[in-house]
């Protein structure tokens, strides 16, 4: 079965400092992947997603991500960080093969971004 | 457009009871996915419905049931309610069950089980 780690649990960071949140998931296989933004009491915000083409996909509010197949990564990255990022970051995975296309989410990476 | 909607926001219900939470899909989508989120977690998923039948379940137990009507709004109900039921639940609609369709989310329905 499908499952997907987030590393880090809380980064950390100044503003206008770049930031890389990571991500990996357990099989090559065919995948599509995904990362969704969360701010407090809130729902689930799409940031990107990669469903296939080229390995580097671009998001809104300036993030990117590099789709890795090899080292089976998705890592979240944006060059300058703002106050207003601070939020907790999801990745998750969507796997063709089950029929159902259900998300398979990690536990989160909570950015803070310090002044 | 209006997105996905949910309700109630907020409720609190005693440990043995029956809970029923509600999801209006974004206009044209067929599709309703439902997500448990405990403090602390990425979600969960519950099951999904397309075109008001059940299209896969997550490894929730049967009192955990859903529906799906012909205007693509869905129920999610859960029966003999635990203390582990306590979470955020999310209701997400895509335009199709298909691959690569995105999942478009609510803003959930925060139930507190004491």
């Known amino acids: 079965a499908q499952s997907v780690t987030q590393l880090d649990s809380q980064v950390p960071v100044f503003e206008e400092a770049p930031v890389e949140l990571r991500c990996n998931y357990s099989?090559?296989?065919?995948?599509?992947l995904f990362w969704y933004v969360q701010y407090p009491n809130q729902g689930l915000q799409l940031l990107l997603k990669?469903?296939?083409?080229?390995?580097l996909v671009k998001g809104i509010n300036g993030f990117e991500a590099e789709f890795n197949k090899s080292q089976t990564s998705f890592h979240l990255r944006k060059p300058s960080v703002h106050i207003s990022d601070t939020a907790e970051y999801f990745c998750?995975?969507?796997?063709?093969?089950?029929?159902?296309?259900?998300?398979?989410f990690g536990t989160g990476t909570r950015l803070k971004v310090l002044a | 457009e209006t997105g996905v909607t949910q309700s109630p926001t907020h409720l609190i219900k005693t440990r043995g009871q029956q809970v029923t939470l509600r999801c209006s899909s974004q206009s044209g989508h067929n599709t309703v996915s439902w997500y448990q989120q405990a403090l602390g977690q990425g979600p969960q998923f519950i099951f999904q419905?397309?075109?008001?039948?059940?299209?896969g379940r997550g490894n929730f137990p049967p009192r955990f049931s859903g529906l799906q009507f012909p205007n693509y709004s869905s129920e999610l109900n859960v029966n003999a309610l635990e203390l582990d039921d306590s979470a955020l639940y999310l209701c997400a609609s895509s335009l199709e069950a298909g691959g690569g369709y995105e999942q478009y989310f609510g803003p959930g329905t925060r139930l507190t089980v004491t």
């Open positions: 419905y397309y075109r008001e039948e059940e299209n």
């Open positions: 998750a995975v969507s796997d063709p093969v089950s029929g159902t296309y259900k998300y398979i």
């Open positions: 099989s090559s296989v065919s995948v599509y």
């Open positions: 990669y469903l296939s083409g080229s390995t």
